[in-house]
Each structure stands twice: as C-alpha cells, then as structure tokens.
C-alpha cells in the first residue's frame, strides 16, 4: 500500500500542460445549468479515503458529482482518469491547484489531506473562490481553525466538514433528544471510538507522527468529543485526559490511547475513551428517566441502538459509501439552496479546541482544564 508523502509536492509543475483547456461551459451557462447537472467535486488527496470511500460515493449522489482530482503522484493520475472519465483539463497538482480558480466545471474543492496541511490547503483552495468542504478533525490548533474560517467568510465561500455522522438518521434522532430531553435530564455520557490496527501502520505514516496529526485523540477522539457535545447539546466545561500505551515500541511519537472526561454546565458528565489499539463503538446516555444508546455509533455500517422504552434506533442501515454519499448531497443541496449546512466549521473549530485543552491536561498530569 502506498501511503501519502508530503515530499512528492517537488512534482508541482509536471502537470501544468494538461491543465490547458478548459470547459465548454461558459460561467453563465454553467451558472443556469448547475441545478440540472450538480455540483462539481474535486478531491485533493488520493489516499484510502478519496479512493475507497469518496470516489465510489460520488457515484452514488444526486446532487454532486466526480469533477476533477488533485494529487502529488503522478501514477495515480491515469488510474483514475480510466475509471472515472476525469478530463485532462480537470486534472491538477498541488502546485497549480489555484488554477481551479479559472475552472467552471469544478464547484468544491474536497481537502482529504493529513491534518496538519488542512489549513494550507483550505486558504488555497478559499482563494480560487471554490466552496470548500474539508475532513476532520478540521486542523491542528483552534487558531488553524479560526484561519480557514476566516479565508472561507472573506471569499464568501462555504466551508464545512466531513462530519458524516451528523448526517446520519439515527444520529440526527440523538442530537434531538439533547433538546427535547424525552427521558428528562441527561446525567453521563459514555462515547468510545477505537479500532485496533493489525498489523500497525508503519512508523513514516503521517497518522504515525504527532506533527502530522498522527495519535488516538486526533484520528478518533474527535468522534467521541464530538458526540459527547451533540448528544448534551452543551459545551463542557472542564475536561481531564490521559494516554495509555500497550505497545510504546510500536507508538513512539503518539498516543495509542486516550482517556478523557468532560464535565457540563448542567452537570451532566460525560466518560470518553478513543484509541488506535483497541475496538470499541458505543454511545450510551443515562437519563433521570431511562436510557439511551447507539451501539455501534460511528461504523461505516449499521448505526443502530435502543432505548430504555424499547424504542429502537435503524432508520437507515446506510453502508459506506451511502454514508459519505448522504453527506456531500446533503452539503451540495446547501449550496444549491443556499440553507444552513448540518456541520459548520464552528463545531470543528471547538473540537479542536478541546483537543489542545486535553493534551494541556496530559502534560499536566491529567489535571482538569477549565474551559
């Protein structure tokens, strides 16, 4: 398998020539035809998720289509040109990619990068005066964060976030709850996300170095940050961490595991749990009145679960890539509609936010931060 390396970007300029014609759409005529023909989509990064989630998803919306790729591998390029039909013209690397800015045929630029190159990317990508839709976790620093919101507002652009989750029916019922609060209060939150990863990925991994983004509490521990929020409805107000390591030899430079627990202004706590060597998959709320949960809560596959009153949640059975196809439909439709989308770059940014606090709380001996 081949894994993404920053230092291919020495390929900036080898595909300048094929960038040459463009369109034969004009913008007013593209601008009328948009509604009728979608939205069009181009990938940046063409690492597992684009290939084995994105890509076949896009086959699959109604709304958005396959448009155009950029990539910093050059043998990729025909692979995916012969299985898509992607035109030379819509074809970029990372060193001409603002050149898109000048394609009609692309409408999203889709930053599917290693964490730590999603703001270089996302300020490129706001610059062409694209729509810009990123993979989370959104950056590395809420400051990072507040950078791309800030291009993507000046450009008048919209930026939101591969948050398939908040998509999701069953989901979508649990973040409807935390308003509505069917079983009164809520009182603990349990969110665990992990897979254990056999054989690991090779140390020179970007998932495996901490400057990259690599670590438990980045790859995962967004999914429970994220729903320990979206299932109380709160911001917390403390949080504590810690990291464990089975395998230190293995995890060098990052966390293997990651405990951390938030505390709500409604007192409502909340117990996390996110690793890289261990499976877990749960969402369990306890209530004044009952209890409710989805187990698994974040597969790629059969998002279910029930609840106390016997209530069960399995609206969908949405595999991937129907998870990933729901939500760029459900983002491009915003942009077609011009309505709110369901996971603005605000959420990512305090996500972020609370993973800095956590590895604060780390370094200080698992000591709470205040928020």
């Known amino acids: 398998m081949k894994y993404f390396d920053p230092s291919r970007r020495k390929f ?58 950029v990539t910093g591998s050059p043998d990729k390029i025909p692979v995916w040109q012969q299985q898509y039909g992607i035109p030379d013209r819509n074809v970029y690397s990372y060193g001409n990619m603002h050149k898109i800015a000048d394609n009609p045929e692309i409408d999203v630029i889709y930053i599917v990068l290693p964490t730590s190159m999603h703001e270089e990317y996302t300020l490129i990508a706001a610059d062409t005066g694209k729509h810009v839709w990123c993979e989370k976790p959104m950056a590395m620093t809420a400051a990072q964060c507040e950078s791309m919101i800030k291009a993507c507002r000046k450009n008048k652009v919209q930026l939101c976030l591969g948050y398939r989750l908040h998509h999701e029916a069953d989901t979508r019922t649990i973040m409807q709850y935390a308003s509505e609060k069917p079983f009164g209060g809520i009182r603990h939150v349990i969110a665990q996300a992990g897979y254990f990863g056999d054989p690991p990925l090779p140390p020179e991994h970007w998932r495996m170095k901490k400057s990259m983004g690599g670590g438990a509490m980045y790859d995962m521990g967004v999914y429970t940050l994220n729903a320990a929020r979206y299932t109380t409805g709160e911001e917390p107000v403390s949080i504590a961490a810690r990291h464990e390591w089975k395998r230190k030899e293995l995890f060098k430079e990052v966390d293997e595991t990651t405990y951390f627990d938030l505390e709500f202004p409604s007192g409502a706590t909340a117990a996390c749990k996110t690793s890289v060597g261990e499976e877990m998959n749960i969402l369990n709320v306890d209530c004044e009145k009952g209890w409710y949960k989805l187990q698994p809560f974040q597969a790629y596959d059969n998002v279910s679960g029930i609840a106390s009153n016997g209530v069960k949640f399995n609206k969908t059975h949405e595999k991937a890539p129907e998870q990933q196809a729901r939500q760029m439909d459900d983002d491009a439709l915003a942009i077609l509609e011009n309505k709110p989308i369901l996971a603005p770059p605000e959420d990512g940014m305090r996500d972020i936010a609370l993973i800095e606090a956590a590895i604060k709380s780390v370094a200080g001996g698992g000591k709470a931060v205040k928020l």
């Not at 595909?15 to 069009?40: E, H, M, N, T, W």
Request: with cysteine.
């Open 12 to 69: 900036l300029h080898t595909l300048a020539a094929s960038a040459a014609a463009l369109s034969v759409y004009s913008p007013g005529v593209f601008a009328r035809d948009r509604k009728q023909r979608g939205i069009g989509v181009a990938l940046v990064g063409l690492g597992y998720y684009s290939r084995d989630l994105l890509a076949p998803a896009l086959q699959l919306t109604k709304h958005c289509h396959l448009a155009g790729i």
